[in-house]
């Protein structure tokens, strides 16, 4: 078992799985986000290359009208109905013990939608255009990557956040960024093509609808 090793500026132990601020982005220690990217990328190409599959399986889990999404540091949104909730939880079913996840995924047919929070340190324009060179650097030629200017948007509350394209050969969609005292919320919805305009409504009213709120308890 690794032992924990002495901090040189306060002379407190540190433990054997500390990670050094300069090594963190978005909570994740940045050597090892470019292989966990990676299986996001794999799990991107595995959920739009088997829509039979998916289309054949029951949502037995899915949004009402008014659900709102709850993840940590105070993060809500509000879904739109009819999505299936791949993980996250619905404001009302907060779990007895255990804290609200860091990520959410809803999905509709072949459309995902996921918010996931994290801590930042820098402005808005620094989030996204981090983003922008991550993407960049472990996506390949045919994955996503972000593809336009990204441009101001303000949420339902008032809080300013960025838009840009979102796509890659054969599917499309749009990266929402938006920061609050630390705290960054970023927003991927992705989908084929020509995916029916309610549909891209609904995306474009749950990215609005992006809050910051108190963060919960432990």
Do not use: C
């Amino acid at each position: 078992m690794a032992s924990a090793s002495p901090d040189s500026k306060t002379g407190h132990s540190r433990p054997p799985d500390w990670v050094p601020v300069e090594r963190r982005w978005w909570g994740l220690d940045r050597l090892t986000l470019r292989p966990a990217l990676i299986v996001v990328a794999f799990a991107l190409v595995a959920h739009f290359g088997v829509p039979a599959i998916d289309a054949a399986l029951p949502n037995d889990d899915e949004t009402s009208a008014g659900d709102r999404m709850l993840l940590k540091k105070g993060v809500s949104f509000v879904a739109a109905p009819g999505w299936n909730i791949e993980s996250g939880i619905v404001e009302g079913d907060e779990p007895i013990s255990g804290s609200l996840p860091r990520t959410t995924v809803l999905t509709s047919g072949e459309v995902s939608f996921t918010v996931t929070v994290g801590d930042f340190d820098g402005d808005l324009r620094g989030l996204m255009e981090q983003l922008e060179k991550t993407t960049d650097a472990t996506n390949g030629s045919d994955g996503f990557h972000i593809t336009s200017d990204a441009y101001g948007i303000r949420s339902a509350d008032g809080e300013d956040g960025l838009l840009a394209r979102y796509s890659s050969i054969d599917a499309d969609g749009a990266l929402a960024v938006f920061l609050h005292d630390g705290t960054g919320a970023q927003v991927t919805s992705t989908g084929p093509a020509g995916t029916d305009e309610d549909v891209v409504e609904q995306v474009a009213a749950m990215i609005l609808s992006v809050e910051f709120g108190e963060e919960e308890s432990a």
